[in-house]
T-cell receptor, first 115, second 111 residues
Framework: KAGVTQTPRYLIKTRGQQVTLSCSPI?????VSWYQQTPGQGLQFLFE???????NKGNFPGRFSGRQFSNSRSEMNVSTLELGDSALYLC??????????????FGPGTRLTVT | DAKTTQPNSMESNEEEPVHLPCNHS???????IHWYRQLPSQGPEYVIH???SNVNNRMASLAIAEDRKSSTLILHRATLRDAAVYYC????????????FGKGTKLSVKP
């Protein structure tokens, strides 16, 4: 079974621009979660989507948004990029949602650099 | 906020067992203990999880103290590929299942 894939793997953007990242979960998985990883803050939860609905959200500003399609693929969008948005963005998929999400399978991440 | 305490780093010799400790003194009865690891330049990888009883899988064993205030991840024979940051995560019962990562333990394996 193919793992979680994320595209692109690397991205360089300028302050003020917006960016869209994509995640394809493992086949059969309907839950997709997004995390941000930075050296200072570590890994932080952004949001989770299940069956095209946002189930819960972390403590990030509204510039961070996402969506999920009927095939469970998910996209994450960051508008009005700031230097502090430079990070590794990780997507994780799981079969179940909420409390049932014991095993989350992570992709390799998208490295975003904002200049 | 993360509710676990782990050593910042540990060293092990190849082919020897490794015991990675984790303290979670504020754990409540419905909180699950999860372990993930992150190899260099990769996303985190699920290792194991448990609630009350010790757990074994093909990757590792999880030993949970009787009072559940601490746990130990056991790698039975460390290999060079086990060098990673190991995260002990307390998943709060009744929550939405989000993982709250702490700083983890960086495990180095010497040949």
């Amino acid at each position: 079974k193919a793992g979680v894939t994320q595209t692109p793997r690397y991205l360089i953007k300028t302050r003020g621009q917006q960016v869209t990242l994509s995640c394809s979960p493992i086949s059969g998985h309907r839950s997709v979660s997004w995390y941000q990883q930075t050296p200072g803050q570590g890994l932080q939860f952004l949001f989770e989507y299940f069956s095209e609905t946002q189930r819960n959200k972390g403590n990030f500003p509204g510039r961070f948004s996402g969506r999920q399609f009927s095939n469970s693929r998910s996209e994450m969008n960051v508008s009005t990029l700031e230097l502090g948005d430079s990070a590794l963005y990780l997507c994780a998929s799981s079969y179940a949602s909420g409390q049932g999400r014991h095993e989350q399978y992570f992709g390799p991440g998208t490295r975003l650099t904002v200049t | 906020d993360a509710k676990t305490t782990q050593p910042n780093s540990m060293e092990s010799n190849e082919e020897e067992p490794v015991h990675l400790p984790c303290n979670h003194s504020t754990i409540s009865g419905t909180d699950y203990i999860h372990w993930y690891r992150q190899l260099p330049s990769q996303g985190p990888e699920y290792v194991i999880h448990g609630l009350t009883s010790n757990v074994n899988n093909r990757m590792a064993s999880l030993a949970i103290a009787e009072d559940r205030k601490s746990s130990t991840l056991i790698l039975h024979r460390a290999t060079l590929r086990d060098a990673a940051v190991y995260y002990c995560i307390l998943r709060v019962g009744g929550s939405q299942g989000n993982l709250i990562f702490g700083k983890g333990t960086k495990l180095s394996v010497k040949p």
